[in-house]
């Protein structure tokens, strides 16, 4: 079951990198993203980051993918975080520059994303794993998921957003403890702390996974894109502005012009 992956239908490899397999589907306008190391709990490394990265712009680029879900191959893990054995070996400033470039190459690209991004949490998703669905938009997890930050045992803290992003979506007071004790959680305690939106049985994950999905590409997508970046301006001081110069924006795309007329015509939009 290690290298089964828990979504039907065909993969193809990334043609730099196998760790990286993808599969679109143009009738679904849902990018699958799937984490390739099995046998090491799909640990991130630094060519899986740059990889990753990169397909990421291709699929920003293509206007028929309208949604991405990020996973990992097996059944036992999402991501067990970044990959210890090449981290172990990094001085203080490799470490400040490949966590920079980390966020920026990945971490943030996700979090700014134009397209809903969402984390299908299959199993372990601990450290720079959890940092990753930390980015993502939307989580969803299997019954069997363990989340944590864990890098404080092993004399780090995280380094790619878990310290700023995880008190934003639970609470400061719960982040604390969780990464002050590194305590490992279930997906029934993470459902209850806000950090997942749903958890389902392992074999119904990709379904919800997609329908979430599904849903995200009924949107128009400049909304889509406008409603992100609103949101991820929540906490800074102009997010206000934002919300306002985003939403009259929305006024001038055909899209809008579309959505008003398919409710006034009592029809399903057709978004492009
Ligand atoms: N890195 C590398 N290999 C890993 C790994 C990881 N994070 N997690 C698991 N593996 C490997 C194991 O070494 C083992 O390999 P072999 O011994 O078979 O060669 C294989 O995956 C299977 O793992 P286990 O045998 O341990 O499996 P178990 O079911 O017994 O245990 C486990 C599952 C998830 C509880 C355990 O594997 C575990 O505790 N894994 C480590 C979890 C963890 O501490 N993750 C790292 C958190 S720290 C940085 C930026 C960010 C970070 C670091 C640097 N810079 C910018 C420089 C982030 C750091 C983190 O993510």
Same mark, same amino acid.
């Given at each position: 079951?290690?290298?089964?992956?828990?979504?039907?239908?065909?993969?193809?490899?990334?043609?730099?990198?196998?760790?990286?397999?993808?599969?679109?589907?143009?009738?679904?306008?849902?990018?699958?993203?799937?984490?390739?190391?099995?046998?090491?709990?799909?640990?991130?490394?630094?060519?899986?980051?740059?990889?990753?990265?990169?397909?990421?712009?291709?699929?920003?680029?293509?206007?028929?993918?309208?949604?991405?879900?990020?996973?990992?191959?097996?059944?036992?893990?999402?991501?067990?975080?970044?990959?210890?054995?090449?981290?172990?070996?990094?001085?203080?400033?490799?470490? $400040?520059?490949?966590?920079? !470039?980390?966020?920026?190459? %990945?971490? @943030?690209? =996700?979090?700014?994303? &134009?397209?809903?991004?969402?984390?299908?949490?299959?199993?372990?998703?601990?450290?720079?794993?959890?940092?990753?669905?930390?980015?993502?938009?939307?989580?969803?997890?299997?019954?069997?998921?363990?989340?944590?930050?864990?890098?404080?045992?092993?004399?780090?803290?995280?380094?790619?957003?878990?310290?700023?992003?995880?008190?934003?979506?639970?609470?400061?007071?719960?982040?604390?403890?969780?990464?002050?004790?590194?305590?490992?959680?279930?997906?029934?305690?993470?459902?209850?702390?806000?950090?997942?939106?749903?958890?389902?049985?392992?074999?119904? $994950?990709?379904?919800?996974? !997609?329908?979430?999905?599904? %849903?995200? @590409?009924? =949107?128009?997508?400049? &909304?889509?894109?406008?409603?992100?970046?609103?949101?991820?301006?929540?906490?800074?001081?102009?997010?206000?502005?934002?919300?306002?110069?985003?939403?009259?924006?929305?006024?001038?795309?055909?899209?809008?012009?579309?959505?008003?007329?398919?409710?006034?015509?009592?029809?399903?939009?057709?978004?492009?």
């Amino acid at each position: 079951m290690e290298n089964s992956t828990i979504f039907s239908g065909e993969f193809n490899f990334h043609s730099t990198n196998k760790d990286l397999m993808f599969q679109y589907n143009l009738d679904t306008k849902t990018a699958i993203v799937l984490i390739n190391r099995p046998k090491q709990l799909n640990a991130l490394n630094r060519d899986l980051i740059e990889s990753l990265s990169n397909f990421l712009n291709q699929l920003e680029k293509n206007k028929k993918i309208r949604s991405i879900i990020i996973s990992g191959v097996g059944n036992k893990s999402f991501v067990a975080g970044a990959d210890i054995k090449e981290f172990k070996k990094f001085n203080k400033e490799e470490s $400040l520059h490949l966590s920079s !470039l980390g966020k920026e190459q %990945l971490f @943030n690209k =996700i979090t700014h994303f &134009s397209k809903p991004v969402i984390a299908a949490i299959n199993g372990y998703a601990l450290g720079g794993g959890l940092e990753l669905a930390l980015a993502c938009h939307i989580r969803v997890a299997s019954e069997n998921a363990k989340l944590g930050l864990p890098e404080c045992s092993l004399g780090l803290i995280p380094g790619y957003s878990g310290t700023q992003k995880l008190p934003q979506i639970i609470s400061k007071n719960i982040a604390m403890e969780m990464i002050l004790t590194s305590k490992i959680i279930d997906a029934q305690k993470s459902l209850q702390l806000g950090l997942v939106n749903y958890t389902v049985p392992l074999n119904e $994950l990709s379904t919800k996974a !997609l329908e979430i999905a599904s %849903l995200c @590409n009924a =949107i128009s997508p400049e &909304s889509a894109r406008a409603a992100i970046k609103a949101i991820n301006s929540c906490y800074s001081q102009n997010g206000e502005e934002i919300e306002t110069e985003e939403f009259s924006k929305l006024f001038e795309t055909s899209n809008f012009k579309e959505g008003v007329s398919a409710f006034l015509e009592k029809r399903q939009p057709n978004f492009n």
